[in-house]
Structures are given as C-alpha cells and as structure tokens.
C-alpha cells in the first residue's frame, strides 16, 4: 500500500516560533519522489520541494528546511522565525511514478 | 506565461444532472493530472494524461466519472448523474512530463456543487 501520514492536524504558533511538520509514508517502491505543496486561503496549492528516494541530503531554502530520513520513512518540514504569512495548510505527497499520494494536510496557524 | 486555468470556478448543478469541467494546462506540458479535494482533505488523484492518452486512471472512483484529453492539451473531466458526495473541489495540473516526476502546477480549482 502507497500511504502518507500527516499526524498533525493543527499547529498553532506565535510569530518567530520554529514549527516542524511531521510526514510519514508508505511505499514498497525503491525508486518515488516526495514532495510537499503550500495551500493559503485562496486555495490554490503552491510546490515547495521534491526530493527523490537515492537523495537523503537535507535541504535548505532560506527560513524552510526538510529532513528526508528513509531509515524511518519520514520527510519531516521546518519552519524557522515562522511569519503571519506562512499560515496554510501543508500537504505531504509521495509520487512512486506520475500521480501524487497526498497526506491528510497539517493546517498551520501563524499568530502575531 | 499563464498557469493552469479552469472553468469554471464555480458550478451548482442538480443531483443526477450531467457536468462537465474543463482544465487548460501550462503550453507545452505533457502530462495533466486531475485531481479532488473534499473539505479537510488532502486532494486524491483521479486520472492522469501522458499526451492524449490516460496513463492512470485508477482512481476514477466509478464509471459516472470520464475525462478525456483529445489533442493532447486540453482536457474535459465528465460526471454522468451527479451525486450529492461529489460535490468536491476538483483539480487539475500540469508538468512538463511525468515520466521523471518534477512538480506539478495546479489550476485554482473548480467548486461544484451537487444539490
């Protein structure tokens, strides 16, 4: 079975906290992609990152890190100094081949 | 260049009536993607197009449920008497190919309504 496993359904920070979301899947392919998308309020899902499954470098991109960990199946995001505008709704997916698994999203509220 | 576009942005219809929702990808993609999202969840696919042809439809969730991609661009989403549960925000994306799964691009979304 292909599965994503966001546990976390709400978060709620005050401004400049650091949040981490939690992503767990599933999958008996060795070769998928993960990917995590960003849906604000006006509903329109934007990509943040992919990463393949031979590449368990973590990643930065400015205040956003990721830390893929196939040992646990966990592709874990972090949010750091957390801004007002990073309020949204997260998606975790995992892509074995074409179509995306998502996850069940973690909605993410930022306060100031 | 212009995202994905879907018409339209809204749509109520009755329930056993027919739909139909149209999705314009990015020039030049190949594959084209739909998916559904119901409140609170995460969107599931339904089908995907490599060029004209359905790559993966696996998860229409019934034969009410159609789309076709005729010349390889834009593509109709077909709902044959519509049901109450399908009423769903549906998608659609776009990517360049999807033989090496890069991001997908996804359109505003089309709200329909089934009463």
């Known amino acids: 079975a292909q599965k994503v496993t966001q546990a976390q359904t709400e978060i709620s920070v005050v401004e400049k906290e650091d949040v981490t979301l939690d992503c767990v899947y599933e999958t008996r392919d060795t070769t998928y992609y993960l990917f995590w998308y960003k849906q604000p309020p006006s509903g329109e899902l934007v990509f943040l990152i992919r990463r393949n499954s031979f590449d368990e470098q973590n990643e930065i991109s400015g205040r956003y890190s990721w830390n893929f960990q196939k040992s646990t199946s966990s592709f874990n995001f972090t949010i750091t100094a957390s801004q007002v505008v990073d309020s949204a709704v997260y998606f975790c997916a995992l892509s074995p081949r074409g179509k995306l698994i998502f996850g069940q999203g973690t909605e993410l509220s930022v306060k100031p | 260049g212009a995202g994905v576009s879907q018409t339209p942005s809204n749509k109520v219809t009755e329930k056993g009536k027919y739909v139909e929702l149209r999705c314009d990808p990015i020039s030049g993609h190949t594959a084209l993607y739909w998916y559904r999202q119901s409140l609170g969840q995460g969107p599931e696919f339904l089908i995907y197009?490599?060029?004209?042809?359905?790559?993966?439809d696996s998860g229409l969730p019934n034969d009410r449920f159609f789309a076709v991609r005729p010349e390889g661009s834009v593509s109709t989403l077909k709902i044959q008497r519509t049901e109450r549960g399908d009423s769903a925000v549906y998608l659609c994306?776009?990517?360049?190919?999807?033989?090496?799964?890069?991001?997908?691009?996804f359109g505003p979304g089309t709200r329909l309504t089934v009463t």
């Open positions: 197009f490599q060029g004209t042809g359905a790559a993966d």
């Open positions: 994306a776009s990517s360049p190919s999807a033989a090496a799964p890069g991001e997908q691009y």
